[in-house]
């Protein structure tokens, strides 16, 4: 897979994706990342990526120009390269998406900042509108590194043999039967610690019943953290 992120802010992204899996990922070849800086598609002196909004009201709105030019560069060798740009006003970003975009050939993710992207980039160039979540980011950089870093994980052969992401949260519905649910808890060693003990079935040795205590923990989890997971 390649991925492309276009920001104003590339070290944002760089740190956090140069670490741990996502760095062993590029150096596996699994995947390309490469994070951009959006003027270096500016053309003016000042390298100029925002302007007042038509209208009026408060902040800056991104031009079109530097986002229409980016694309354009960076679909020249994939023109199906999918578009998305990362935005508060997206569709909720959840596992099931992570894992239809884990199929993708090549992302091109466009990050917003102050006030918003001019439409005219979501309605010629953007084929998904993000967000990771009911809160605002100062700009998209952030979010664009969560929704690189949770695709990646699912590429084959990225987690390594013994993770498996039908064994954690979210699961896959389709592969599991049942909704997603979150994962219940986790303990490792001392079985005794400040007074409080690790569940005797843990210690059993019993696979079944291990893994019948481990879905009902999970259930009681969602329940109590997540009840709409429930209903979906
Ligand atoms: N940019 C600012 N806030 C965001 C969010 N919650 N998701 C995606 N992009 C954003």
Request: a negative charge.
């Amino acid at each position: 897979m390649k991925v492309d992120i276009v920001t104003i802010f590339p070290e944002m992204c760089l740190g956090p994706l140069n670490e741990s899996i996502m760095k062993r990922a590029q150096e596996a070849g699994k995947v390309s990342i490469a994070a951009h800086d959006l003027r270096d598609w500016t053309t003016d002196k000042h390298r100029k990526v925002d302007d007042i909004p038509y209208g009026g009201g408060q902040g800056m709105v991104m031009k079109p120009e530097p986002f229409f030019a980016a694309v354009r560069d960076l679909k020249r060798d994939s023109p199906n390269a999918r578009v998305i740009l990362m935005t508060p006003q997206g569709k909720r970003f959840d596992q099931a998406t992570a894992r239809g975009l884990s199929h993708e050939e090549h992302l091109i993710i466009l990050c917003g900042h102050y006030e918003g992207v001019d439409h005219r980039v979501v309605e010629a160039l953007v084929d998904l509108e993000l967000s990771i979540g009911d809160y605002v980011l100062t700009n998209g950089a952030i979010a664009a590194t969560v929704v690189v870093d949770a695709v990646v994980r699912l590429l084959p052969g990225v987690l390594g043999d013994e993770r498996s992401p039908e064994e954690e949260s979210f699961a896959d519905p389709e592969t599991t039967g049942y909704p997603p649910l979150l994962e219940g808890p986790h303990y490792t060693r001392p079985p005794e610690f400040e007074g409080m003990t690790v569940p005797e079935v843990l210690l059993s040795g019993h696979h079944g019943n291990i893994s019948d205590w481990r879905h009902e923990q999970a259930i009681e989890r969602t329940r109590a953290n997540r009840p709409d997971l429930l209903d979906s």
